[in-house]
């Protein structure tokens, strides 16, 4: 079988291959015969009921800095294809929203990865509130007398912004720290959003695990390990990769929010663990597939493609 996929993300030009989740992804579709056109979100347009991308054509290598060799710049019907991969990296904004909207119009006659429809209507630090007992205590608010009262009842905690990625912003407050108003200060200059505040879980230290799942059922876990001296353990900001077991606790976690993941059609997913508690479940742009293959030989996108492939041949 031969797909027509585009793939909705940030300039692929700009990117570094080795740590790059939707790279693998389209060096693995390439390799299983399947055609690419890449575009970015703001050369999206709706006219007349349909949804055109403007965007290349293009060949990928697994060669850092020489990735990609792209065709000329087309504007193409995104129904064309038979998946599109939506792919662009938070943050979770209104921009990123609009674009949920113009590819509902194409899913899920053209197959979009992940359904627009639930990744507008599962933020990422939202969507895990929907499973009790699951989380550290959380709160999720403007008010700042509310995390005043959270943080007297808990001690020290982390705050981070509600819609941000990529460890952006993320802060940890002691119980006595004096910096929680001019924090809060800096929030509401950024925007109007609430903030989280959760339970600092000492755990952290040992590392945040992502644990990849497709189609609701996991599928590998790599463990990410912060700084000395640091609470984030993201890639992006310094943390480092390294192997780690799925646990049964972990096991669990995936037994409760796997159905539901399958269900709302969210096949590519990263969750985060932190000792025994779930703290994300990231559906917009996860990524942990590269560092899986590296340390234990598993594919999450050779297993994706899979199911991919299954649900077109029935289409």
């Not at 993300?9 to 390799?31: C, K, N, S, V």
């Not at 981070?160 to 006595?176: E, F, H, I, N, T």
């Not at 796997?258 to 742009?285: C, H, Q």
């Amino acid at each position: 079988m031969s797909l027509k996929v585009a793939v909705q993300m940030d300039p692929l030009e700009h990117i570094r291959i080795q740590g790059d989740t939707t790279f693998l992804m389209m060096l693995t579709a390439q390799e299983r015969g399947h055609s690419l056109f890449v575009y970015t979100p703001e050369r999206m347009s709706l006219e007349e009921g349909k949804v055109f991308a403007r965007g290349r054509s293009v060949t990928v290598k697994d060669i850092e800095g020489d990735h990609a060799s792209f065709g000329p710049w087309e504007r193409r019907d995104l129904s064309e294809f038979d998946v599109v991969l939506l792919r662009q990296d938070p943050p979770f904004d209104m921009a990123y929203i609009t674009s949920t909207h113009f590819l509902d119009v194409i899913h899920p006659k053209t197959l979009v990865v992940n359904n627009p429809t639930e990744v507008r209507n599962a933020p990422e630090k939202l969507f895990v509130t929907a499973f009790p007992g699951v989380q550290p205590p959380t709160l999720i608010t403007s008010d700042i007398e509310a995390i005043y009262d959270f943080r007297a009842r808990h001690g020290d905690m982390v705050l981070k912004p509600l819609y941000g990625g990529g460890g952006s912003g993320v802060a940890r407050l002691l119980a006595d720290d004096p910096n929680l108003d001019a924090l809060m200060d800096l929030h509401r200059m950024i925007g109007r959003e609430p903030v989280i505040a959760q339970k600092f879980i000492p755990a952290v230290v040992k590392g945040d695990k992502r644990i990849l799942l497709v189609d609701g059922e996991p599928v590998g876990a790599i463990n990410r390990v912060p700084d000395k001296g640091q609470i984030r353990s993201n890639l992006a900001v310094g943390g480092r990769a390294e192997a780690v077991e799925i646990t049964e606790r972990d096991h669990e976690l995936c037994r409760i929010i796997g159905p539901e993941l399958k269900a709302r059609g969210l096949m590519f997913v990263g969750i985060d663990v932190i000792g025994d508690y779930l703290t994300e479940i990231n559906v917009t742009s996860p990524t942990g597939a590269r560092a899986l293959k590296r340390f234990t030989g598993i594919d999450a996108t050779e297993i994706l493609w899979n199911r991919v492939e299954q649900i077109r041949a029935t289409a």
